[in-house]
């Protein structure tokens, strides 16, 4: 299980999150909805070790791990899935997986991110950076099933992409809740986010203005949210 308790955070330019709580319970998924610049990304980045807090902690499966880095975070199961997808475009996709790879599953990375979206297996020796979004999307994506976390952090997976692509990406998403992860979700495609998590948290101008079950959700609190209410 994966708490943030009373998180505030920002950049030198100012503080973005103001004393945030969210818990991510194990085996469930979590949706983070809200508007254009509510803090969002900030939040993950928090989440992952990438950006330190200036308030709060973060507490992973009962420790404290506030302050400690995005590797150790990792090897203690937290995957973080970026906006925009940061697959290195000068190499392969074999060389992309291998690189995210654990250093158990190195060898069997390539095989594994190939059960996860057989298309990649098709284009293993591809450069990652002339594929389609799409296909980039999955690559970023394979990165959650073969390094087998526990919490899977993920920012707008589906920005820009066809409807088609958008369904194969939900799919994957379904099948590894299925197995018993974690997500946390931030997702444009609110309807379906809704759809699929067993919690909501809506982030106003780096405040959480909502916590709960999404059938506790009316029409009109999501959309005040996203028209900028406070
Ligand atoms: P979006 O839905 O547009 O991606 P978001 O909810 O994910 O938005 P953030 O990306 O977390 O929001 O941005 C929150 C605020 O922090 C914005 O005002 C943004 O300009 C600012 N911000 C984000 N990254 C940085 C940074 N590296 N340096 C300074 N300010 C930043």
Redesign the pocket.
Known sequence: MLELRGITA?????T??RNVDLIVPDSSVVALI????????????VASGLLKPTGGQIILDGVDVTGRPTEDLARRGICHVP?GRGVFPGLSVADNVRLQAPPQVDKRAMARAAEAFPRLGERATQLAGTMSGGEQQMLALAHTYVSDPSIVLL??VSMGLAPKIVSEIFEFLEGLARSGKSLLL?E?YVARALEFADYVYI?NR?RITFAGEPGELSESAVAESYLGAS
């Open positions: 920002g950049y030198d330019t100012g973005v999150l809200g508007p254009n610049g509510a803090g969002k990304t900030t939040l993950l980045r906006e920012d707008e931030v444009q982030l780096g």
